[in-house]
């Protein structure tokens, strides 16, 4: 549905009767239920075929309603202040009358939450009396969802309501920090860690292969198009797919392009799209190049990594 007033209206008297719908963010379309809702939640892993034990990420409109959930502290306000509504996501303590779902959080004492940026859902987030729980909108382990096309080529007609916010603009999952403890990246993300640090000030360590699994984006398969993938390649095999960072004057059909110009913002953005493109067009096998590993290129690098596993 566009994302006029009366849409909004409509999303919202479904989250209401605790159904699911899909939703728009600046990172990738999110699949939504009322995260207060033991029901609702239930429908979101059903959905997904999500395994259980891979909390979800609660979004909120503002610091109000985080309050009477979690409990923060003086690095999340720094980094809230800085970045927030954005694509970062934050791991941080439940308060004891929080009214999240024990399914949200896989019965922990912890809950991943975020602001959203984009203004379709902060529209619609702000005439809720609940936050929500919204994983990407997509089978589990597969490609996430940037526009609402994806959305409908992964659930089809067992979603009923897709809220159309455009193609996302950032194009990958948010940056997660977790500031229970000591504070640590659990999933490279749309946000740059070296902004974080700069921050925070502190040393920040990478656990995003953790085996305790207190957010989402920390199992070794995910992010997979469906068929093998291969990294840091210098030559295709023949009949595969090959993805290349920047555009080229090369007229073989099976070559792809991330950018025009080597840019890893648009590259990161482009990263999906064109994964699913590929295996709609009948490939069997997938290459990339070698991508920078630096800035958003950490974050294209991780999300190859983990579909390779496929």
Do not use: W
């Not at 891979?54 to 800085?82: A, M, Q, R």
């Not at 694509?87 to 991943?112: D, E, M, R």
């Not at 193609?167 to 993300?189: A, D």
């Not at 946000?191 to 085996?211: D, E, G, P, Q, V």
């Amino acid at each position: 549905m566009k994302s006029n007033q009366s849409n909004i209206k409509k999303a919202k008297r479904y989250l209401d009767r605790n159904e699911c719908i899909a939703v728009p963010t600046e990172t990738v379309y999110g699949l939504a239920g009322n995260a207060y809702s033991d029901s609702s939640v239930k429908k979101i892993f059903k959905l997904k075929k999500r395994p259980t034990n891979n909390p979800l990420i609660v979004h909120y409109h503002n610091l109000k309603g985080l309050k009477e959930d979690c409990i923060i502290n003086e690095d999340f306000k720094k980094l809230y202040n800085k970045f927030s509504p954005g694509p970062i996501t934050y791991v941080l303590k439940l308060t004891k009358n929080s009214k999240i779902s024990k399914f949200v959080t896989n019965n922990k004492n912890t809950v991943a939450v975020r602001f959203p940026k984009h203004p379709l859902l902060r529209r619609l987030l702000k005439i809720l009396n609940y936050p929500l729980a919204a994983p990407s909108a997509n089978i589990f382990s597969k490609l996430s969802s940037v526009q609402p096309s994806d959305v409908k080529e992964e659930f089809g007609n067992k979603l009923k309501y897709i809220l159309k916010g455009g193609r996302c603009s950032i194009g990958v999952e948010s940056t997660i920090v977790n500031l229970t403890n000591n504070i640590s990246i659990l999933r490279l993300g749309g946000l740059n860690i070296s902004k974080i640090k700069k921050i925070i000030k502190k040393k920040i360590l990478i656990k995003n292969k953790t085996k305790n699994k207190i957010s989402p984006g920390l199992f070794s398969i995910h992010y997979s198009p469906g068929i093998p993938l291969r990294m840091n390649v210098k030559k295709p095999k023949k009949g595969e797919a090959f993805v290349l960072i920047k555009k080229r004057k090369i007229s073989s059909k099976n070559y792809f392009f991330l950018s025009k110009n080597n840019n890893l913002i648009k590259a990161a953005k482009n990263l999906y799209p064109l994964m699913r493109k590929i295996k709609n067009k009948g490939y069997k096998k997938i290459a990339f190049e070698k991508i920078p590993n630096i800035g958003i290129g950490l974050t294209i690098n991780d999300r190859l990594e983990r579909a390779s596993k496929y």
